[in-house]
């Protein structure tokens, strides 16, 4: 018996070991690129190891294109203002859908989720239709408002405030606490695990958005970084080496936001009458 388990074991981790080392190794080529030339990139030679190491790549990404800075504060307003956004507006609808009465609740919720069957690009020509009626076509607002609240995650907010205690919101209401004062003294900060996982996914989905930006921006000066990366590729020569350097400058917000999250993300949580 325990022959099977050991032997069941090492397939196991046999498989992980390979799916990470299919997953890591081309982030780590991109790593090593970054510090190449392009002719070394182009070359047709793979190597781990830089044959000539330089920091050119990022010098010219910081210095010589001057747009790349602004970029990289547009991703970071759009992206941080959009998480913050979903993070309180779906919290809300959740928790309203989990915990109150009100008219037309049900047809509201199956109006949500009938929202999770459409395809995103079902939407995008509506979506700019709008906004340009609205004169908010290559302006911030044209990217953070339609991107504060997501229909999954108020359907996540709700499951998760359906299995809340309400004893705790009982107590909180006998001590003189309100809906707003409940939800957001006792509620809210006791649903950091759920917060975690939306605020990771949500930040990720935006910080990556590509087709958006493309849609609604046209000015370079507003344009995020992946819309930016773009501009390094033209049509008789692509610069790899921009690229791979500006990607790993892409990559970082999002390796401290996961770290950062983590242990909410992957911890969870009981709730108790103590609690």
Known sequence: MKQKLSLGRIFLYSILVIYALITVIPFLWALSSSFKTL???????????????TWGNYKTIFIEQKLFPRWLFNSVVIAVSVTLLNLVFNSMAGYALARLSFP????????ILAVLMIP????????????????????????IIPGMINATFIFMMRQFFVTFPKELEEAAEMDGLGKFGTFFRIVLPMAKPALAAQAIFVFMGSWNDFMRPLIILS???????????NTFKGQYISYWNYIMAASMVFTLPVLVIYAFFNKYFMKGISFTGDK
Do not use: A, C
């Open 120 to 143: 995103g690009q079902v939407t995008m020509i509506p979506n700019y239709l709008i906004l340009k009626e609205f004169g908010w076509l290559n302006t911030y607002q044209g990217m």
């Open 219 to 229: 000015d370079p000066e507003l344009f995020t970084l992946p819309l930016g990366l």
């Open 104 to 111: 037309g609740k049900k047809t509201l919720f199956v109006t």
């Open 39 to 53: 002719e070394e990139i182009v070359s047709g030679t793979i190597r781990f190891i830089p044959e000539h190491f």
